[in-house]
């Protein structure tokens, strides 16, 4: 995707001009007459630096970075406007269902709490909300129909990228660690009477299960005398290493294995499907990019205006 976007984020670095003094306050640029906003675009920019106080970064970088977002929101407008022109645009239904569904990771009012603590506006995160859920549509429901994976595609695929359906040996474990050896010892027999890892964790308080996979020769040296020679269904004696006390379960012992052409497809697939949607959405958007009115306010990067590169720009897109 970063390819595609570099296609409207050079046009927003090289082709940004003169604000029409008549230009509605806060509008930064307009994609086919549709304005977008400054605080569109200062939202997503205050998500991208969450968590990061105390950085400063320079003018420059803020330039820079505030370019890229607004290229973003070009594209996202584009999407948008195209599914209304289909007349299939995301409704309020669908944009209240994935809200509902955010919500329902938060008890009571919990969520709007956040966003107010998180100084995140409920409208601005709708109005991404809603042009992510434009994005989906419209891949799912325009792009994606126009592809056909032909399996000799997806076989040569397979021929020419055999090491990566090599799968090594290895062990599955399930490790079950505690504050004590009756802990864990406890935990163990819980786990294989049948109990599940979070039924056990639940059972028995600071005791926790779960499954790793380590592969042949990068077992750690201090395991070795415990698991080596350990059947599939049999449990370690309980390890103590740095004040930890632990156990593990083999639960499987895995040859190195060839996934035959068959057993690869679901993962061949995936593979050619995503590259196919991103050249279609490319060229796509090369297509739209050419024949819609852009115009960026020169107040988002002024010193480009004396650049002087607005030739290579498409006609359709101008500056103001």
Known sequence: MKKIFLVVILGCL?????????????????????????TQLEYKYDLTHEGNGGFVP????????????????????????????????VSDKELKDAEDEVRSDYPDDSFEQILIEE??????????????????????EILRPEIKIDYKEAEQYYRTHLSDFYMPAGFRFIMVKGLSKDLVTK?????????????????????????????????????????????????????????????????EKKKATLLTPLQAYPTVEKVLLEKMLEDKFEAWLKNKLSVSNIRISKELLPEMEQAGQGSSLPEATKAE
């Open 14 to 38: 090289l082709f940004s001009g003169c604000q029409n003094k008549s230009e509605e306050p806060g509008v930064i640029a307009r994609v086919n007459g549709k304005p977008i906003y400054l």
């Open 58 to 89: 320079s003018v420059e970088q803020v330039r820079d970075e505030y370019g890229q977002i607004l290229g973003d929101l070009i594209v996202q407008e584009l999407v948008a406007q195209e599914l209304e022109q289909r007349e299939i645009p």
């Open 119 to 140: 100084y995140v506006d409920l409208n601005a995160w709708r109005s991404q909300l809603k042009y992510q859920l434009a994005m989906d549509k419209f891949y799912r």
């Open 187 to 251: 935990g163990v027999e819980l786990y294989r009477e049948g109990l599940s890892p979070a039924a056990v964790s639940a059972k028995l308080r600071n005791v926790s299960v779960r499954e790793i996979w380590i592969r042949s020769g990068q077992v750690p040296a201090g395991w070795k005398p415990f698991v080596e020679n350990l059947e599939v269904g049999e449990a370690t004696s309980v390890i103590t290493q740095k004040n930890e006390f632990f156990s593990l379960i083999l639960n």
